[in-house]
């Protein structure tokens, strides 16, 4: 079994900064793309940014610029470093990682979620 669990979320005013945080535990042989994806009220949950075992990464258009992820591979770990925050950045942010439990054997797995509020 494999846990994301995501940390960081909370209250901000627009302008400011905000740094997620999302841990892999787990049977875990290896993990290929880790990414943030966020649900505002009464909307499609959205991809955020992703980022590969090598570093790869890439970003949605409305936070390039903005946003960055990187990643510790030697602790499971990827981040979201949020700056000039925009009330419509308000959402959960979901944590997803693909997930190589055994050699060969794959599995998506998300975290809870962690709500960002950006309001004055």
């Known amino acids: 079994q494999v846990q994301l669990v995501e940390s960081g979320g909370g209250l901000v005013q627009p302008g400011g900064s905000l740094r997620l945080s999302c841990a892999a535990s787990?049977?875990?042989?290896?993990?290929?793309?880790m990414g943030w994806y966020r649900q505002a009220p009464g909307k499609q949950r959205e991809l955020v940014a992703t980022?590969?075992?090598?570093?790869?990464?890439d970003y949605a258009d409305s936070v390039k610029g903005r946003f960055t992820i990187s990643r510790d591979n030697a602790k499971n770990t990827v981040y979201l470093q949020m700056n000039s925050l925009k009330p419509e950045d308000t959402a959960v942010y979901f944590c997803?990682?693909?997930?190589?439990?055994?050699?060969?054997?794959?599995?998506?797995?998300w975290g809870q979620g962690t709500l960002v509020t950006v309001s004055s």
């Open positions: 980022i590969t075992s090598i570093g790869t990464t």
């Open positions: 997803n990682a693909d997930v190589e439990y055994s050699p060969d054997r794959y599995l998506e797995v």
């Open positions: 787990g049977s875990i042989f290896s993990i290929n793309v």
